[in-house]
């Protein structure tokens, strides 16, 4: 499946391929069933690791690496079942790549853009509800590696975009055009956060009940088409 890459490079070394443990690490598989946690739980667990215990922090991993590892668990707990759509998956496609706009900022199936993150594998084990919640809040808090800023070069020119990534002396930005620039931070004036998410606030008001679950529908369904597809095809 899709997270398994991510899941072998990160997790496999102390819990095992299968998640049932080893020398290093616990049983995540049968321990987890006996004992549930949340989507957001077990996110907590592998960004922040557990004090006190040999689980370390990954907090180099971004959001979509967190739910790719979050799925892999799921399927090996079994619980990666069919669910039933709340909608039309084929209308939540034109929606998605028309009249939302969500292929602007992502990528979704291989295609769409990269100023959001990418939701290939998003709806693999996120809920309708969640997605829902997700597309409509008006207050979000930006994850790492996509904080929205404004840039004021030495020269005087401002852009405008997210910061992927971030160190002492340098900055790699991705302007809303999809440019990329590498910038050294003794060559910018000023570093000013937006404060604020650049994804739209206000679906909840353009999109209406029916159109949100056609595109909740069609996200879910492009996540299991993946997985399948990449199940049947493992050298692909």
């Known amino acids: 499946m899709p997270g398994q890459p991510v899941f072998e490079s990160n997790c496999a070394g102390c819990h095992g391929l299968d998640g049932r443990g080893g020398d290093k690490g616990v049983d995540i598989v049968d321990n987890l069933a006996g004992h549930p946690l949340s989507d957001a739980k077990l996110s907590g667990i592998i960004t922040k690791g557990i004090a006190g215990t040999s689980m370390p ?3 180099e991993l971004n959001p979509q690496d967190v739910r790719a590892i979050i799925g892999v668990l799921r399927s090996l707990q079994g619980r990666a079942e069919a669910r039933n759509l709340p909608g039309d998956a084929g209308r939540g496609k034109s929606i998605f790549f028309g009249s939302a706009g969500c292929s602007n900022c992502h990528t979704l199936s291989g295609k769409g853009g990269f100023l959001g993150p990418d939701l290939s594998s998003y709806g693999l084990n996120s809920s309708t509800a969640a997605i829902r919640d997700a597309i409509t809040r008006r207050d979000r808090i930006e ?18 975009g997210i910061i992927r990534n971030e160190d002492n002396f340098s900055i790699q930005f991705l302007t809303k055009e999809g440019t990329f620039h590498f910038f050294q931070k003794s060559d910018l ?9 650049l994804m739209p606030s206000d679906y909840g008001d353009r999109l ?3 159109q949100l679950n056609d595109l909740v529908s069609y996200i879910i369904k492009s996540a299991s088409s993946a997985s399948t597809t990449t ?3 493992p050298t692909e």
Not at 146 to 156: E, N
């Open 57 to 59: 922090a990954f907090p």
């Open 189 to 197: 004036q000023k570093v000013e956060p937006l404060g604020h998410s």
């Open 231 to 233: 199940m049947e095809n």
């Open 143 to 160: 994850p790492s590696g996509y904080r929205s800023a404004s840039l004021t070069t030495r020269q005087g020119e401002k852009i405008d």
């Open 208 to 210: 209406s009940g029916d």
